[in-house]
């Protein structure tokens, strides 16, 4: 065991998922080693526990595994069960470490950012519960990489991670354990599997499953091709590269196109569907037809019945705030609450854990369920193929139908992407002086009720969270909000989030664009992004 000397690095702050940077800054001595150091160091007691360790496979996956492997033998770690070839989505890791009572697990990713040696690289900290640690531990992680003086690493050969088996670091065991077992086998606990073999296996429905080269594609290639009989080739890009192509491995109509083009061409299949980088998002089509992530998660709220995993019924929902109140129209209809967190997953975990929701979901393709402490995309896309099982209705009927009983909640995300991070901020920060004043101003029309800067207060331990988006609530229930994304490495990216609801007597057939061109001009006015950012329009829609 050797105790290496160190010096800290000032960016080691874990943004909205996790430490996500440039793989070269990742590469560059000490720098990995110190921020798992500083985790290892914030960790209550681990020695002799257990560790769940993979990540989505993407460049420099492999190198850090064996770096965490040495890292968790030389400081006392008991067990590490690490995926073979180093793989595990985020879902299946959140799966074994609530199966395997682990201590908790580290995930290598940097989920929808693509990868390669020239792009992004990330790990992410996930507790006993199985989810991504709540603030007031990476904020704790954060503090401890800025004092950092060493680490602890093990003089050692590298562990085989290739075969499933076992292996001896030092005094501590390496498990390398299959990926998809446990995984698959939780979706066949909370889904009813035959029903689903009934309508995929069944050679009258066809499916598309793009896996982006990501890390479901395994996943997939076992849950929908073997256990569901889906024939072979439903599943595309199922085999993960380390640079997932050369794309960006999210779930979105830009990225995702071949996808796109494939469910609006002719001869489309019955159902598409995507999943991200490390396998927590989704994107649900039918034919023609794009499912926004927040109406899915409301329909999916809407359906919950329709799956053993929720027999039960549903205890209450959440949506992140920047999510469509869509679902939160469901949630009264059933007489169960929903709850408005900050974006990002780890905010649902209290609500999880306490038994106050069983569903909750986040406008960015995430969606998930009490059965795990993650965003789960084939979780997602399973309860899809439950309700067209059910329904035998195509995928527009469903969402048309859903809309014709609760309203539209017309919704869209502008991001602006590679803005300087100064210009984005002062953005931010005058929205957020003059966000007093704008109360009682109209914009196309609407006149705005209120504008605060979003917080919250964890309704279990009470911790609170500040300045998470400026909103503007009109009163007719439309709503602009801004922030900026805690998940770029190099440059800002501002995100505008434009919704507007519809009642359910009116038709809903206008665009997304067109219903909400209005509200689109008032967020350009309101934030004087053209003055300050140059831009006239969006660089991403999704
Ligand atoms: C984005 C999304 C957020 C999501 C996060 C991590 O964060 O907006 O909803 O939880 O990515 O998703 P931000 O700060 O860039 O807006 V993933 O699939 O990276 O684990
Ligand atoms: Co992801």
Redesign the pocket.
């Known amino acids: 065991m050797r105790v290496i000397d160190t010096v800290p690095f000032d960016d080691q702050r874990p943004?909205?998922?996790g430490l996500r940077k440039k793989v070269a800054r990742f590469r560059q001595p000490h720098y990995l080693e110190n921020f798992v150091q500083s985790i290892f160091d914030c960790l209550d007691s681990h020695d002799s526990k257990m560790l769940v360790l993979g990540g989505d496979g993407r460049f420099y996956n492999r190198e850090a595994i064996q770096i965490i492997l040495k890292m968790a033998a030389a400081n006392g770690f008991g067990e590490v069960r690490v995926g073979r070839n180093g793989i595990l989505s985020?879902p299946a890791a959140s799966c074994e470490i609530r199966k395997c009572r682990a201590l908790g697990g580290i995930i290598l990713s940097a989920?929808?950012n693509a990868g390669g040696p020239d792009g992004d690289f990330g790990i992410k900290y996930n507790a006993e519960n199985g989810g991504p640690a709540p603030e007031r531990l990476t904020k704790k992680i954060y503090a401890r990489s800025r004092e950092i003086d060493g680490y602890r690493i093990l003089d050692a050969t590298d562990v085989d991670i290739d075969r499933i088996g076992e292996h001896r670091l030092g005094a501590m065991l390496v498990k390398v354990i299959d990926p998809i077992e446990n995984y698959a086998g939780l979706m066949e606990r909370f889904f009813d599997f035959d029903r689903l073999v009934a309508l995929v296996g069944s050679g009258q429905f066809r499916m598309r499953f793009d896996a982006m080269h990501a890390v479901t594609g395994p996943y997939a290639h076992e849950i929908f091709e073997r256990r569901l009989g889906a024939p072979s080739g439903t599943v595309v890009n199922g085999t993960p590269l380390t640079d997932f192509g050369g794309h960006h491995p999210d779930p979105n109509l830009v990225y995702a196109s071949d996808l796109v083009a494939a469910m609006n061409g002719p001869g489309a299949p019955d159902f598409g569907a995507a999943s991200?980088g490390?396998g927590?998002?989704n994107m649900v089509l039918g034919r023609n037809f794009f499912v926004t992530p927040s109406d899915s998660l409301a329909i999916i709220a809407a359906n919950a019945r329709l799956v053993p995993g929720f027999s039960a019924g549903l205890k209450g929902v959440a949506r992140?705030m920047p999510t469509s109140g869509a679902v939160g129209r469901v949630a009264a209809a059933l007489g169960i609450p929903c709850y408005e967190t900050p974006?990002?997953?780890k905010f649902f975990g209290n609500l999880l854990d306490s038994g106050r929701v069983s569903l909750c979901g986040?406008e960015?393709f995430?969606t998930g369920a009490d059965h795990l402490r993650e965003k789960d995309g084939l979780w997602a896309v399973l309860f899809w193929l439950s309700i067209l099982a059910e329904k035998r209705q195509s995928v527009a009927e469903i969402v048309q139908g859903h809309w014709s009983q609760y309203g539209r909640n017309y919704y869209a995300r502008h991001d602006y992407e590679d803005l300087d991070a100064g210009v984005a901020q002062s953005l931010l920060d005058h929205l957020r002086a003059g966000a007093a004043t704008l109360k009682g101003r109209r914009f196309g029309g609407r006149e705005i009720a209120l504008c605060d800067d979003f917080m919250y207060v964890d309704p279990v331990d009470g911790e609170v969270s500040r300045k998470q988006g400026l909103r503007i609530l009109f009163e007719d229930g439309a709503r602009i909000i801004f922030r900026l994304?805690?998940?770029?490495t190099e440059k800002a990216?501002l995100?505008v989030y434009l919704e507007r609801y519809e009642r359910a007597s009116v038709p809903q057939n206008m665009s997304t664009d067109e219903a909400l061109a209005s509200i689109n001009a008032a967020a350009l006015e309101i934030g004087e992004i053209r003055e300050r950012t140059g831009r006239n329009a969006a660089s991403l829609v999704t």
């Open positions: 943004g909205t998922s985020t989920s929808h991200d490390d927590d998002r992140s974006t990002g997953w986040e960015s995430g994304s805690g998940t770029s990216t995100r």
